[in-house]
């Protein structure tokens, strides 16, 4: 690698420790701090602070809790130039930033799309090269992200124009893709400590509503205080635009409190996760994965499957679909479901990404309610009763140990000889299997004795797929 690619830490020893035993050590610390919440689940975004560890190190380790063990395609970290003036935005488009915990490599690919994608995201070490706001987030991503890469942006213009721009280009390049997006941010700065408590909380109030126009409208207004008031609004524009719908408050303190002094200069901090409500939270088991749809993305395909469902049964013209997202004209595999009164009503599917997925869908809706072989068409006079649900699959793969399956997040392949049998994540976790029991039925599924999965000529394969229903989608 270049040296003239890695940008070096420049903060290591102000910031945080430089010797990298004692840096891991204070994570790791500030890290156990933090209780578990295992009810918060499909976070798309963080809102971090970026003081000196010893100030505001406790509030982040409460945002980099809530993903510690993940794996993400890339880390998009968003920061404020402190020094540097940009126009539009500027990114760290090769090699990698360094920091005591070694290389942090920059995913190249990723960023060359979103430069494509926006003109005004410009590949420069302007605002990079002094500034502590992004580099203090990455020791945390180092202790927390397993194969980590990220995208390091910084921005100056706060303009709304410039931060939707910059939002419209990232969530253009993330579809598809498991992305976690960081906002570095600290919060009120000034000598009053009320002051600092009552517009820290109500900045955050604002954060949490995860209303980005609103929240750009409060900055403007000097209503609301951050130092990071861009990437946040960015951050939550993109994030909703990739399916997120909550944000919670995990933890806020300033730097009086955390010093134990009431006077003098002080500086509100804050942790907000970003997130989709999952299925498990509204009653239901959490099943498959998040492959990057927006709400709007699993919106359309609902539609197309109901009315292509609707038209097929009334033998009528089935109708085109203007579709513009990016991601629902990727060639990917989806079956389609139907339940009528929680009974199965017909499934059908493409295992393998022939098409774009909204032509798959297309496709499949029509094929689960007239071509099942196990039940009869759908009626006309059944329309009414229908229940859809939608799985989108990542590509197959192999395995060797059937301790690579987890329940609840894969699907099942069993092929031997001629014979093969598929069963959808969703039907272990519907029907409250461990593992054993998932592979016998998908052996049955396959016309196979219900211990062949442990038969060295069987091949097992998993897959998982993003799953929602009518109901997720209202």
Same mark, same amino acid.
């Given at each position: 690698?270049?040296?003239?690619?890695?940008?070096?830490?420049?903060?290591?020893?102000? #910031?945080?420790?430089?010797?990298?035993?004692?840096?891991?050590?204070?994570?790791?610390?500030?890290?156990?701090?933090? $209780?578990?919440?295992?009810?918060?689940?499909?976070?798309?975004?963080?809102?971090?602070?970026?003081?000196?560890?010893?100030?505001?190190?406790?509030?982040?380790?409460?945002?980099?809790?809530?993903?510690?063990?993940?794996?993400?395609?890339?880390?998009?970290?968003?920061?404020?130039?402190?020094?540097?003036?940009?126009?539009?935005?500027?990114?760290?488009?090769?090699?990698?930033?360094?920091?005591?915990?070694?290389?942090?490599?920059?995913?190249?690919?990723?960023?060359?799309?979103?430069?494509? %994608?926006?003109?005004?995201?410009?590949?420069?070490?302007?605002?990079?090269?002094?500034?502590?706001?992004?580099?203090?987030?990455?020791?945390?991503?180092?202790?927390?992200?397993?194969?980590?890469?990220?995208?390091?942006?910084?921005? @100056?213009?706060? !303009?709304?124009?410039? %931060?939707?721009?910059?939002?419209?280009?990232?969530?253009?390049?993330?579809?598809?893709?498991?992305?976690?997006?960081?906002?570095?941010?600290?919060?009120?700065?000034?000598?009053?400590?009320?002051?600092?408590?009552?517009?820290?909380? #109500?900045?955050?109030?604002?954060?949490?509503? %995860?209303? $980005?126009?609103? /929240?750009?409208?409060?900055?403007?207004?000097?209503?609301?205080?951050?130092?990071?008031?861009?990437?946040?609004?960015?951050?939550?524009?993109?994030?909703?635009?990739?399916?997120?719908?909550?944000?919670?408050?995990?933890?806020?303190?300033?730097?009086?409190?955390?010093?134990?002094?009431?006077?003098?200069?002080?500086?509100?901090?804050?942790?907000?996760?970003?997130?989709?409500?999952? $299925?498990? @939270?509204?009653?239901?088991?959490?099943?498959?994965?998040?492959?990057?749809?927006? /709400?709007?993305?699993?919106?359309? %395909?609902?539609?197309?499957?109901?009315? !292509?469902?609707?038209?097929?049964?009334?033998?009528?013209?089935?109708?085109?679909?203007?579709?513009?997202?990016?991601?629902?004209?990727?060639?990917?595999?989806? #079956?389609?479901?139907?339940?009528?009164?929680?009974?199965?009503?017909?499934?059908?599917?493409?295992?393998?990404?022939?098409?774009?997925?909204?032509?798959?869908?297309?496709?499949?809706?029509?094929?689960?309610?007239?071509?099942?072989?196990?039940?009869?068409?759908?009626? $006309?006079?059944?329309?009414?009763? *229908?229940?859809?649900?939608? !799985?989108?699959?990542?590509?197959?793969?192999?395995?060797?140990?059937?301790?690579?399956?987890?329940?609840?997040?894969?699907?099942?392949?069993?092929?031997?000889?001629?014979?093969?049998? *598929?069963?959808?994540?969703?039907?272990?976790?519907?029907?409250?299997?461990?593992?054993?029991?998932?592979?016998?039925?998908?052996?049955?599924?396959?016309?196979?004795?219900?211990?062949?999965?442990?038969?060295?000529?069987?091949?097992?394969?998993?897959?998982?797929?993003?799953?929602?229903?009518?109901?997720?989608?209202?």
């Amino acid at each position: 690698m270049a040296t003239e690619n890695i940008r070096r830490a420049v903060v290591a020893g102000q #910031f945080y420790p430089a010797d990298p035993d004692e840096l891991k050590g204070m994570i790791d610390e500030f890290l156990s701090n933090v $209780p578990a919440q295992p009810g918060l689940k499909n976070i798309l975004g963080l809102v971090c602070p970026h003081a000196g560890y010893v100030y505001s190190g406790q509030t982040a380790a409460y945002a980099y809790k809530t993903v510690q063990g993940n794996e993400y395609d890339a880390v998009i970290v968003i920061a404020p130039s402190h020094r540097d003036p940009i126009e539009g935005a500027s990114i760290w488009n090769k090699g990698a930033y360094q920091t005591p915990l070694g290389l942090v490599p920059v995913n190249e690919a990723l960023a060359s799309e979103i430069m494509a %994608l926006e003109p005004a995201i410009q590949a420069t070490q302007y605002g990079h090269r002094m500034e502590h706001s992004l580099e203090v987030q990455l020791p945390f991503l180092q202790r927390t992200v397993r194969n980590l890469t990220i995208i390091p942006i910084v921005i @100056q213009d706060y !303009s709304l124009s410039n %931060l939707k721009r910059i939002a419209r280009a990232i969530a253009r390049a993330s579809k598809g893709k498991k992305i976690l997006l960081v906002a570095s941010t600290d919060l009120y700065h000034g000598e009053n400590y009320k002051q600092c408590l009552d517009n820290s909380k #109500f900045t955050l109030e604002k954060i949490t509503k %995860l209303e $980005p126009e609103q /929240l750009f409208d409060s900055f403007e207004s000097g209503k609301s205080q951050a130092c990071g008031a861009g990437p946040v609004v960015i951050v939550e524009m993109i994030a909703k635009e990739l399916g997120a719908n909550k944000a919670k408050l995990l933890a806020q303190t300033n730097s009086n409190d955390v010093m134990g002094q009431r006077g003098g200069y002080v500086v509100g901090y804050g942790a907000v996760a970003i997130y989709r409500n999952s $299925p498990e @939270q509204n009653g239901k088991k959490e099943v498959g994965i998040d492959m990057g749809l927006s /709400l709007e993305d699993k919106k359309q %395909l609902m539609e197309i499957a109901r009315k !292509s469902i609707e038209a097929a049964v009334k033998g009528e013209k089935i109708p085109d679909f203007k579709v513009t997202s990016s991601i629902l004209k990727e060639n990917r595999g989806a #079956f389609v479901t139907i339940h009528k009164k929680n009974q199965l009503r017909g499934c059908i599917g493409y295992i393998v990404g022939y098409k774009p997925l909204h032509l798959t869908v297309k496709e499949m809706a029509q094929a689960a309610a007239l071509r099942d072989p196990r039940f009869p068409p759908v009626r $006309p006079a059944e329309l009414k009763d *229908l229940h859809l649900e939608i !799985s989108v699959l990542t590509p197959i793969q192999p395995i060797k140990n059937i301790e690579e399956i987890e329940v609840g997040k894969h699907g099942i392949i069993i092929e031997r000889g001629y014979n093969s049998g *598929l069963l959808l994540p969703q039907v272990a976790t519907e029907n409250n299997w461990d593992r054993t029991t998932f592979l016998e039925h998908t052996c049955q599924k396959a016309g196979l004795p219900v211990n062949s999965w442990k038969e060295s000529d069987t091949v097992i394969k998993i897959f998982s797929a993003d799953v929602f229903s009518q109901d997720d989608v209202k």
